[in-house]
């Protein structure tokens, strides 16, 4: 069977080494992103905790679908502060050939701890979301809710490494769609049932975590209601007083509970501040566009 030309251009990707990378340009991602920007129209808080000179790791709370605030979020910082973060990414994003790639380009890698190391070595500012997968795979009602399982490797590396954490908490993408079918309900549906018994899709599906809602935006279209983003970079937490516990799963979770707890603060205080904004509603604001 001959194999294409993008099997083997997404081989060579796949295996490039990460740190052979050369970002697009500014220029680039604004023209890419105009649409996007204009629509959701994002506000910015917080620019003073960013050191383009001090590397971090930004932890962030994953919104619905995962692709509305996070592209945003990368312009911002690439264009107020100089700074491109390099995000790890869940690895079923690499199993979509065309959107792997996307990927990759931007700078995006494999979300391991290998990958991890390799980038902290080198310096990076990294970018990671430890809801993964199951939490853009939103469920009715979940809206900003980290979902996070037992998952302390973000924790771990940034103490083996003396990373400082900035928690960034976005606001707004879990309001664009209502969740009309989740994997509860494919899970309990008479086709769902039939196929969860495949060993092969529990695999793929993970046992049902990465199952996608289908959701309805505007009126009963797919396209996102243009609500206003709301995006925070908290205060950096000083990992100092855990060096050389990188493998103490105490010192993790310790470590892990006081990202989440700033994470939830700054969920919350940018809900508060929109709600007394008395900003326009997404239907006035469709219309004025």
């Not at 979902?147 to 976005?170: C, D």
Request: charged share 30%.
């Amino acid at each position: 069977m001959p194999v294409s030309k993008r099997t083997i251009s997404d081989k060579a990707t796949s295996e490039r080494d990460i740190l052979d990378f050369t970002p697009p340009s500014l220029a680039q991602m604004e023209r890419a992103l105009k649409l996007q920007s204009v629509y959701f129209d994002p506000q910015f808080f917080g620019w003073e905790n960013i050191d383009r000179d001090r590397p971090a790791l930004y932890v962030g709370n994953h919104t619905i679908y995962g692709t509305l605030d996070a592209p945003l979020i990368y312009l911002a910082l690439y264009r107020e502060k100089g700074v491109i973060p390099r995000f790890l990414g869940d690895s079923f994003h690499w199993k979509v050939p065309v959107w792997g790639k996307l990927l990759t380009d931007s700078g995006a890698v494999e979300g391991n701890r290998k990958n991890c190391t390799r980038l902290m070595e080198a310096g990076e500012h990294v970018f990671v979301f430890p809801g993964g997968g199951r939490e853009v795979a939103k469920r009715k009602g979940e809206e900003y809710k980290l979902t996070w399982k037992t998952r302390t490797g973000f924790a771990a590396m940034a103490i083996e490494h003396q990373y400082p954490i900035i928690p960034v908490a976005s606001v707004g993408a879990d309001d664009t769609f209502d969740v009309l079918f989740d994997t509860y309900d494919f899970q309990q549906s008479i086709l769902g049932r039939l196929l969860m018994k495949s060993k092969a899709v529990r695999e793929q599906l993970r046992d049902g975590d990465v199952f996608f809602p289908l959701c309805k935006g505007i009126g009963i279209t797919p396209i996102p209601r243009p609500e206003r983003f709301y995006v925070s970079f908290g205060k950096p937490i000083d990992t100092s007083e855990f060096a050389g516990q990188a493998r103490n799963l105490e010192a993790q979770w310790q470590l892990r509970k006081r990202v989440a707890d700033a994470l939830e603060s700054d969920i919350a205080q940018l809900r508060e501040y929109r709600k007394e904004a008395a900003l326009p509603s997404w239907r006035e604001r469709l219309i004025k566009r």
